[in-house]
């Protein structure tokens, strides 16, 4: 029989108890859900709201979780923080619009904006850093190879 007083038993229960709980997280119906499953809605979030302005708060009301527990699953499944993540999604859906050849009178400014980037340097420098190309390259050689 474990004595409350015991500090070796109480150690060993919490141990084990944060290892069966370390990758899950509690939800607002009180049910357990893992990291996986908390990622998982996020992005389902993400998906519907790409162009609209997403905060983690907004995730965590979504997902009925912390911030800190949103951003350990997704460094744990991703192995980025959800604003990272929003920002490259955001910058491969600029990409895709930018190269799909129907941009017709579309700027590259309304793909960006439309796409929920409002700091048009940070966008622009953002781009170059992850396609290693400006935007405009990207524009330029779509429509130069639609021709």
Same mark, same amino acid.
């Given at each position: 029989m474990?004595?409350?007083?015991?500090?070796?038993a109480g150690r060993g229960w919490w141990i084990q108890m944060r290892s069966e709980v370390s990758h899950a997280a509690l939800a607002c119906n009180g049910r357990l859900i893992t990291d996986c499953q908390i990622t998982r809605q996020a992005l389902s979030y993400i998906e519907r709201h790409l162009g609209?302005? !997403? %905060?983690?708060?907004? *995730?965590?009301?979504? /997902? /009925? #979780? %912390?911030? %800190?527990? !949103?951003?350990? #699953?997704? @460094?744990?499944? *991703?192995?980025?923080?959800?604003?990272?993540?929003?920002?490259k999604r955001r910058l491969f859906a600029v990409r895709r619009h930018l190269t799909d050849g129907n941009t017709g009178e579309r700027t590259i400014t309304a793909v960006a904006m439309n796409n929920g980037f409002m700091h048009l340097g940070?966008? =622009?420098?953002?781009? @170059? +850093? *992850?396609?290693? +190309? @400006?935007?405009?390259?990207? *524009?330029? #050689? %779509?429509? =130069? =190879? =639609?021709?």
């Open positions: 474990t004595h409350w007083g015991d500090r070796t609209e302005t !997403i %905060s983690l708060n907004d *995730l965590c009301t979504h /997902c /009925c #979780a %912390s911030r %800190s527990t !949103i951003e350990r #699953a997704f @460094r744990r499944e *991703l192995g980025l923080t959800p604003t990272k993540f929003l920002r940070r966008f =622009a420098r953002d781009y @170059r +850093e *992850l396609f290693g +190309e @400006r935007p405009s390259d990207t *524009l330029r #050689a %779509s429509v =130069a =190879a =639609a021709r």
